[in-house]
């Protein structure tokens, strides 16, 4: 998901993964397979198949962890500041990069060889960043139309 805003008189870009589910419903579906799973191994362990109670336990262990880390993958965000001189890129991991305005350039990389994404480089004179990875493919074109019209210079691997 892509928000822009202007603060003073620079742009500000938000993006943020698209999360179909809020951590409150995902909490809540990890209870309901939990219950499911331990009604079956509770049954079966009555009727003396007391032996899939611990692999029904690493099924319920297994499952809510990939929910988990599924669900705090889509709370990553990334901020871009577009000022008159610099562009700031902020993320939620704590990184953090200035670009030169007038030398940057976006870079967009197109692989449809193997059915890959696209892909969004900012890069100036001194370093280049990955933006958006987690974006879908609709999103990072939105990305690229928007730093376009921010007066970035749109590079692409493909010429046709």
């Keep these: 998901m892509i928000v822009v ?11 943020t993964p698209n999360r179909s589910a809020t951590w ?11 219950l499911f799973i331990s009604s079956i191994a509770t ?3 009555v ?12 099924e319920v262990f297994a499952l809510i962890c990939v929910m988990y880390i599924t669900s705090r993958a889509t709370y990553r965000w990334e ?13 939620s991991q704590g990184n953090r990069w ?6 940057s350039y976006l870079y967009f990389i197109e692989d449809t060889r193997f059915g890959r994404l696209p892909r969004i480089i900012l890069k100036d004179d ?10 879908n493919e609709s999103d990072k074109d939105q990305l690229s139309t928007h730093l376009t ?8 691997n493909k010429w046709w």
């Design 5 to 15: 805003s202007k603060e003073n008189n620079d742009t500000v870009i938000h993006i």
């Design 24 to 34: 409150k419903q995902t909490k809540f579906l990890m209870l309901a397979f939990a």
């Design 43 to 45: 049954a079966w362990a």
């Design 47 to 58: 009727a003396g198949a007391w032996v899939i109670l611990p692999f029904a336990g690493a």
């Design 79 to 91: 901020d871009i500041t577009i000022a008159a001189a610099t562009i700031e890129i902020t993320t």
């Design 98 to 103: 200035v670009l030169n305005k007038t030398a």
């Design 126 to 135: 001194v370093c280049e960043c990955e933006i958006g990875s987690f974006l």
């Design 149 to 156: 019209s921010v007066g970035l210079l749109r590079c692409s």
